[in-house]
């Protein structure tokens, strides 16, 4: 067998052993040997790479291993770097070649690893994408919580993004707060009200929420306090957990970083003034403004307290009946029997508490 020797070596600021946060945004040179330099023809046509490279200074392996949840598995169904051939496996992003210097991010290698192999990544691979999809149905967020793990904010936030519309502070806020509530917590969310968050206001902030903590208003993990507080609590089932406040100077650190953005939103959000030319700058702004604030330390934005929380009990499952009146399927505590007939409460002209841009109030 041919003994292994490195093609190059990666040089970055990673140096010390420690779990790789952030790796998107982490740039990495890959310093190809002179020896090797002629295979590098063409490769800058390439966008992203897969880098076979060294666990040079690993410990030894087990079999099976914690992973980044808490989890545990087999070394083989993780990417622990504890390995028994040592070996790892990244696909980077390809920024820049500079002769035989390779400028790549998303790295997750310590600074003097040794790179053994570099291959364009063939994503033809997944053209087929319901078999894609079939990996990920019994896990449909683990790549956020991967992102989680990793406090990959940037990633969170473009993709809380999809949800709420556009970016903003608020957005950027909830995203943050999340993920610090998630990171202390260790729990995964299923969906199945075990992990639960508890929300303060309506406001962008709660979108965050919901997208990094999976507890929304449709699998009844989110509770909504109509307090008008930037604030939220990650808790188990028995209310114990962390609850998560913005500071109170928070407007004032974005209006110092982002002077524009206090004046364009009281111009186009508060006095409505949606003149095209307005609104981009806005737009524009509030973005910046948004994944501005993931670079402030996170202890110069918020306040955290331990906290023990009032739960309720597990949303009931209750009947489904049909109304004599409009002949629409209502749950059955929505309705009321008269004169021996099923009457939803929509019919009966009942008036129930609702939540809107004003808060929870009755009709």
Do not use: W
């Not at 600021?13 to 790789?20: G, M, R, S, T, Y």
């Not at 820049?96 to 570099?118: C, F, Q, W």
């Not at 809380?160 to 970016?167: K, P, S, T, V, W």
């Not at 948004?290 to 670079?295: A, I, M, T």
């Amino acid at each position: 067998m041919t003994t292994k020797v490195p093609i190059a070596f990666v040089k970055n600021n990673l140096k010390e052993k420690a779990f790789v946060k952030n790796a998107e945004q982490i740039i990495s040179e890959i310093v190809v040997d002179d020896h090797f330099a002629d295979g590098l023809f063409r490769i800058e046509e390439q966008k992203f790479l897969d880098v076979i490279f060294g666990f040079d200074r690993s410990d030894d392996y087990q079999l099976v291993t914690r992973i980044f949840n808490g989890e545990t598995r087999g070394v083989f169904a993780s990417r622990s770097p504890h390995r028994p051939n040592g070996m790892g496996i990244t696909t980077v992003y390809l920024r820049e070649r500079k002769g035989n210097v390779l400028i790549v991010s998303g790295l997750d290698a310590l600074d003097g690893t040794p790179v053994y192999d570099l291959k364009p990544t063939d994503f033809s691979f997944y053209r087929n994408l319901e078999a894609v999809d079939d990996s990920t149905l019994s896990r449909p967020r683990f790549n956020i919580e991967k992102h989680i793990s990793r406090s990959e904010s940037r990633a969170l936030l473009q993709q809380a993004g999809q949800l709420h519309g556009h970016y903003c502070p608020g957005l950027a806020l909830g995203v943050l707060a999340a993920m610090h509530g998630m990171e202390q917590f260790r729990h995964l969310s299923d969906g199945m009200e075990d992990l639960l968050a508890i929300v303060e206001t309506n406001n962008c902030f709660s979108d965050g929420v919901q997208y990094v903590t999976g507890c929304t208003f449709g699998n009844n993990a989110l509770i909504f306090k109509d307090y008008g507080k930037n604030a939220v609590a990650i808790c188990d089932r028995e209310g114990k957990g962390f609850r998560i406040r913005a500071r109170n100077d928070m407007r004032a650190v974005v209006d110092q970083l982002f002077p524009e953005f206090n004046r364009l939103f009281e111009k186009v959000v508060v006095k409505r003034d949606h003149r095209p030319e307005f609104k981009q700058k806005f737009r524009d702004i509030s973005q910046k403004a948004s994944f501005g604030l993931l670079d402030i330390p996170f202890d110069d934005l918020f306040e955290v307290k331990e906290t023990k929380a009032t739960i309720p009990d597990y949303a009931p499952i209750e009947q489904s009946l049909v109304c004599e009146k409009c002949g629409e399927m209502f749950m059955a505590s929505r309705g009321h029997k008269q004169n021996d007939v099923v009457i939803c409460n929509s019919c009966l002209d009942i008036r129930h508490p609702f939540l809107d841009g004003y808060g929870i109030h009755c009709s």
